[in-house]
């Protein structure tokens, strides 16, 4: 049922342009026309990260809830986690449209979005007014015209500090012009400072310490990497995500390839599995990485953990596989784990990493 579910949803949807399909796929969510379908329990599939206990790996990545409408409807499809955003202070209506575009021959998506959402006010009051109790990460963001992109985020962490289980500071989108460069060494240092003291204020007042995850883009240059290793050091971060969308294009043939914006889905898959095991070798066994980019299967889920996640997120396969996706992966990861005689979901990590890191 939820495979014909899928199918009839995708056919439908795709009579429509991908942003009007996208809101036309929140307001499913929100009044139940999409069906609850979650994977049974596997205790073997829950694990702790960064203090944080998830029941399964899988999460619904930052860019498609982007104003924290239907956090919980997103976790009854069988996500162990979501993530809303990406939030910025004030609210900002992105980028002239179209800015969306399937490439269904590579079944992936190029967007150029540029943050648009209701800003801080409008999600603070719908997380504030939540009755589910599972786990919602908060994706923050700066807005385009801000005369202090690094007080952005640290407006966020104040924001939504007592009602985010994490934050994600995103400093890779592609989409706002010089965000990007906050992945610069310097930059990124004064970044990290600032966001993880206005934590540590926040903690001591309220008792609660809520982990920093820091998202990065999957175009980084070997330097770049290793700066970026180095300020994770530097600094009490609590994680990275490991990564945002591509500029690249290499190997498409869709005609829509040309379009400006990154690039996410199918494609993304080999590139930045590559670059999350080469920042597993740069920060080592313990820091917690979130691997996303081109998940559409638990076999694709799976291979993320091997090459050095200990979570992962997915959002682009959706529009082609459907909202029954995380389910699937789910109960799909609990057959492999049956195959390889695994106790844990932890047993599959670092066992391809040195593979995928050589194709860094």
Partial sequence: MSALFDRLGRKGLFLFDPETAHGLSIAGLK??????????????????????????????AAGYDKNAEVPDQLLKLGFGFAEVGTLTPLAQPGNPKPRMFRLERERAVINRLGFNNEGHRAALARLKARTGSGIVGVNIGANKDSADRIDDYVKGIRAFYGVATYFTANISSPNTPGLRDLQARESLAALLGAV??????????????????????????????????????????DGLIVSNTTLARDGL?????????????????????????????????????IGVGGVSSAETAAEKIRAGADLVQLYSCMVYEGPGLPGRIVSGLSGILDREKAASIRDLRDTKLDYWAAKA
């Avoid at 390839?257 to 066994?285: D, N, Y």
């Fill in 31 to 60: 009044t139940g026309l999409v069906p609850a379908c979650a994977a049974p329990a596997d205790q073997r599939l829950a694990q702790t990260v960064a203090g944080i206990r998830f029941p399964n790996p899988i999460g619904m």
């Fill in 196 to 237: 993880l003291a206005v934590r540590a204020e926040e903690a001591a007042t309220s008792g609660r310490r809520v982990p920093v995850f820091l998202k990065i883009a999957p175009d980084l240059t070997p330097e770049g990497m290793d700066d970026i290793a180095a300020e994770v050091f530097a600094h009490d971060l």
């Fill in 253 to 289: 043939s869709d005609p829509q390839k040309g379009e400006a914006g990154g690039l996410s889905g199918a494609p993304l898959f080999e590139k930045s599995t590559a670059v999350l095991a080469a920042m597993r070798k740069r920060v080592g066994a313990g820091l917690p990485i």
